[in-house]
């Protein structure tokens, strides 16, 4: 059983086009992420979401928009690609301590490689 | 704004010791994490350290020093398969935002 499973794993799309990552969490952890590791393997925080309510919203365009319909999913919902969105995207969970704060280890998914043509 | 370095290559052969240094200076801190990923894979845990001094895994060991921004990952007894990316990363709030550095990339030889 995969722990954090995200689809599709590669995407090659158009300009222009929009499109979906899913992503879903058999650990049972409140806090889910979404990452952006560009070519360069730098690792930027996009979105992240505790029990279906988000929580962290970088300065990302608007053309992402994320959507948590119960704690285990978080999809990602990118309109208008354009090139520079060509990167791999990773989905994390993590767990909350009994105080309710997330400690520092990520559970991440295996990525899905998105290429903008 | 936030910043962690770490050096981008390291070289080490089979056997050795390796040490990773990662130095910080971010908004907030409530801890350290190193994450290792292979080519092509997803990054995974290896340690956290929200206090300081020497956390010890296996071959793997963690340190932090919060007065001076700064920790490193020790690797003992390098394999091949050790040869990764390894990222630090602070957890700068407590809403859990994880803030990368831009990795280190570990080649050991025979």
């Known amino acids: 059983d995969t722990a954090v499973s995200q689809t599709p794993k590669y995407l090659v799309t158009q300009m222009g086009n929009d499109k979906s990552i899913k992503c879903e969490q058999n650990?049972?952890?409140?806090?889910m992420y979404w990452y952006k590791q560009d070519s360069k393997k730098f690792l930027k925080i996009m979105f992240s979401?505790?029990?279906?309510?988000?929580?962290i919203n970088e300065t990302v365009p608007n053309r992402f928009s994320p959507k948590s319909p119960d704690k285990a999913h978080l999809n990602l919902h990118i309109n208008s690609l354009e090139l520079g969105d060509s990167a791999v995207y990773f989905c994390?969970?993590?767990?909350?301590?009994?105080?309710?704060?997330?400690?520092?280890?990520?559970?991440f998914g295996e990525g899905s490689r998105l290429t903008v043509l | 704004g936030q910043s962690l370095e770490q050096p981008s290559e390291v070289t080490a052969v089979e056997g050795a010791i390796v040490q990773i240094n990662c130095t910080y200076q971010?908004?907030?801190?409530?801890?350290l994490s190193w994450y290792q990923q292979h080519d092509g894979g997803a990054p995974t845990f290896l340690s956290y350290?929200?206090?300081?001094g020497l956390e010890e895994t296996g071959r793997f060991s963690s340190f932090l020093s919060r007065s001076d921004s700064y920790g490193y990952l020790l690797l003992q007894e390098l394999q091949m398969k050790d040869s990764a990316s390894y990222f630090c990363?602070?957890?700068?709030?407590?809403?859990?935002?994880?803030?990368f550095g831009q990795g280190t990339e570990l080649s050991v030889k025979p």
């Open positions: 979401y505790n029990n279906k309510e988000l929580i």
């Open positions: 994390a969970s993590s767990q909350v301590t009994p105080t309710g704060v997330p400690t520092g280890e990520l559970f």
């Open positions: 650990l049972g952890h409140d806090t």
């Open positions: 990363a602070v957890r700068i709030n407590q809403g859990g935002k994880l803030i």
């Open positions: 971010t908004s907030g801190f409530y801890g």
């Open positions: 350290n929200a206090l300081d």
